[in-house]
């Protein structure tokens, strides 16, 4: 894996996103109540508070729990929870150490379907059915992994030419497509509340 993401329209960052499946994970974990580019940097801030060049799951899952809720913490914080959301990346990392042997490449490594992959995806803490999909088609649309049938267990995420999510995005244009893509999904959604209640 080494290919250029645009994710947190950051260099060093991306670069990391692009070669480590570990901090691919994490930035999609984190990607919840803060603005993208946010979650998708934490992986390089987590990685340089550690003196690291790339995250390593049997580190973070050793790792103090309140040591790490610090490391996050530091302004500026990793994330707007940044003690929550330590408990869930050591969770991620502990989680890929019993099942993985911390290989967080092999959750999707040799897969045999875009159905099993999906499966293994939302057997990820923190991962639910969305964000799952959302990986499952950034993987797909953005790093080459394409087994059978990814596009129709991404859901809508993995529809060619959309403009939906961190799958869709490849530079400063697709970005402001995919937020005004969310801006109109959230709208429609608060107009059909206020038309039913």
Sequence with gaps: MDVTLHLAQDPEADALLGRSPLAALVGMLLDQQVPMEWAFKGPRTIADRLGAEDLDAHEI????????????????????YPGSMA????????YLVETYDGDAEAVWRGVGSGAELLKRLEDLPGFGKQKAQIFLALLGKRLGVTPEGWREAAGAYGEARSFRSVADITGPESLARVRAHKQETKAAAKAAKAAGG
């Design 61 to 80: 899952a050793a790792m103090d729990p309140e040591a790490f809720a610090a490391l996050l913490s530091v302004k500026p914080a990793v994330h707007r």
């Design 87 to 94: 408990k869930r990346v050591q969770q991620l990392c502990r």
